[in-house]
């Protein structure tokens, strides 16, 4: 998807007639599953059976004049389908293979399947979501799974960068499991440090303090005041002078050691007033602050709109739907959402068109299920 919105061609290759599982994803839109229209616009589909000797020879073509090839199969699959990156090199050689998987190409999990929920688990990440005495949770984001595909994309862009330089291709290979390992920065960083087992925090941060949602009279608001130089102005505002002079809380390692007294104090004045008063006075001091939006609000924020974070697409089916929009803002070469989500196959004569395959052998083709 990343890669599509940044201009590529992007070929997705499904199985005849069903697709990719994720078409079953709901809430649905005419049929259409919302989710499966949102991280796969920008891609033309391909229905092909990569079991038959003539799907692989299609599959082969392609890889010979494409840039790159994403799979995310479990390892040793597509050396068994005769389109690992060993056979697709010597039709290629200038090919960027990259491998998604649940632990990566190689290891003594390499052959397990991976699932985002099993990723959060074995990374850390549910250790230290939750509160304090309470069960680890899971992050209700999918971060194993959208991570390792920007990890991918960061990956299969630096190995573009590099083909400029040496005329080959190479293999890039990443895993859910890492990603969350990779962005565990605060939490390996304290146990490589002191050798002890982050615990859970609940609301609360682990280098900082005040650094935590609050809840007010109508609501709910984040504080964000990381840096020293808002300490004071935390406590003018709430009208706690004592707190500026309470040698629990005078640094910020004080602050993060007693934050559980911290904001409980500060706890009780926020809830004195509304998120909009106290917002608006954090803001007018140049404290750090912002509200907790439901999905409902942060689409309709100015900001979010001006940003365009929010896109309608004409769909074949589904017709005028939203998706999400892109991320990465560019001065010369913008980012743009060309194609709707595809259908099972939409596009599959179109492409097999430009690899020279005429009426005749795409009938034969349908008749014989290759696609």
């Known amino acids: 998807m990343l890669l599509g919105d940044l201009g590529a061609d992007v070929i997705k290759v499904e199985r005849p007639g069903r697709g990719d599982d994720a078409r079953a994803f709901p809430p649905f839109v005419n049929g259409q599953s919302a989710p499966f229209m949102t991280f796969n616009r920008n891609k033309r589909s391909l229905a092909l059976d990569l079991k038959q000797p003539a799907g692989r020879e299609i599959c082969l073509a392609l890889a010979a004049r494409a840039d790159v090839l994403l799979e995310n199969f479990r390892p040793g699959t597509t050396d068994r389908l005769g389109l690992g990156s060993t056979h697709l090199e010597a039709v290629n050689p200038r090919l960027i293979y990259c491998s998604i998987s649940g632990f990566g190409q190689t290891g003594p999990y390499r052959d397990r399947g991976g699932f985002d929920l099993i990723a959060q688990g074995m990374s850390g990440l549910m250790s230290i979501t939750g509160e304090e005495d309470g069960p680890p949770l899971r992050v209700p984001i999918p971060l194993s799974d959208i991570g390792a595909g920007m990890f991918a994309a960061i990956g299969i862009l630096a190995a573009l960068a590099a083909r400029e330089r040496t005329g080959r291709g190479q293999c890039v290979d990443t895993s859910l499991l890492e990603t969350p390992i990779a962005w565990s920065v605060y939490e390996a960083a304290s146990y490589f440090a002191t050798g002890e087992v982050p615990p859970r925090l609940g609301p609360g941060h682990r280098t900082s303090a005040p650094y935590q949602p609050f809840r007010t009279k109508d609501g709910w608001l984040n504080l964000g005041a990381a840096s020293q130089q808002f300490w004071p102005k935390i406590c003018r505002l709430l009208d706690l002078p004592e707190l500026e002079k309470d040698p629990r809380f005078a640094t910020n390692p004080d602050r993060v050691k007693h934050r559980k007294e911290l904001a409980a104090l500060l706890q009780q004045r926020f809830e004195r007033e509304t998120t909009a008063h106290w917002l608006a006075q954090l803001e007018a001091d140049g404290v750090p602050a912002g509200p907790i939006l439901t999905y409902d609000r942060v689409f309709a924020d100015p900001q979010v709109a001006q940003r365009q974070m ?34 099972v196959g939409q596009h599959t004569e179109e492409i097999l068109r430009t690899l020279g395959y005429s009426d005749d052998d795409l009938a034969r083709l349908r008749t014989e299920a290759v696609i």
């Open 310 to 343: 929010a896109v309608d697409v004409d769909h074949p089916v589904a017709g005028r739907s939203r998706v999400l929009g892109v991320p990465i803002k560019f001065s010369e070469s913008p980012a743009t959402i060309r194609r709707p989500a595809p259908t």
